[in-house]
């Protein structure tokens, strides 16, 4: 599958700002390490600012279900609205239960999402569907993992896997940077003698 030329990133802005990019790539590198080193804080940060956005959430859309009163969906707006913030609320109050709750929520889901994926590559066996079995296995163990390991796996999981994460996403924005090289300046044009 090859993109078109619109979906291509524009390679001579990105080698314009070379520095910049190079420098995210490079503090997302250090804030990942630097999350997977203090897995606990990091989860208990990551709870308290999912906390904060799911109480502002919550309040707009409790806000959203009062301006719109008149339409069918007030209950559903002002329910969910309601949810959000009571849910905010326990985050932001006790972080460490949230943690707890959200890693064993996330341990079911990739037991789930595993098992899904390995039943549909040993099903449909699309090309190369080895890999997607190895995946869906891989999963499903993390998965399992999580679950078995837990409370102490929520203690650290989810800060751990944000570090991960930032150190991955900070590793492509340095290797495209170190691939994209500076704008092209025009050739000197050949001195004939």
């Known amino acids: 599958m090859h993109l078109a030329a619109s979906q291509l990133p524009n390679l001579d802005e990105i ?41 502002l959430v919550g309040v707009a859309e409790t806000v959203h279900g009062f301006r719109t009163h008149r339409w069918g969906g007030f209950f559903l707006h002002l329910l969910v609205g309601l949810l959000d913030i009571a849910l905010g609320l326990l985050f932001l109050l006790n972080p460490l239960a949230g943690a707890l709750t959200l890693t064993l929520l996330i341990g079911a889901f990739f037991i789930v999402e595993g098992l899904f994926r390995l039943i549909g ?23 399992l993992l999580l679950v078995l390991q837990w409370p102490v796996s929520g203690l650290w999981f989810i ?3 944000a570090g991960i994460d930032m150190i991955f996403r900070g590793w492509g924005w340095v290797m495209l940077t170190l691939a994209v090289r500076s704008p092209a300046r025009p050739a000197a044009q ?4």
């Open 121 to 143: 590559a040993l099903t449909v066996r699309f090309p190369n569907w080895g890999w997607a079995v190895a995946g869906g296995i891989i999963t499903t163990v993390l998965g």
């Open 15 to 55: 080698a314009r700002h070379r520095a910049w990019f190079l420098t995210l790539g490079i503090v997302l590198i250090t804030l990942g390490v630097v999350a997977v080193a203090y897995a606990v804080v990091a989860t208990i940060a990551s709870v308290l600012l999912f906390g904060w956005l799911l109480l």
């Open 190 to 193: 050949p001195r004939t003698a």
């Open 159 to 161: 800060g751990f896997a």
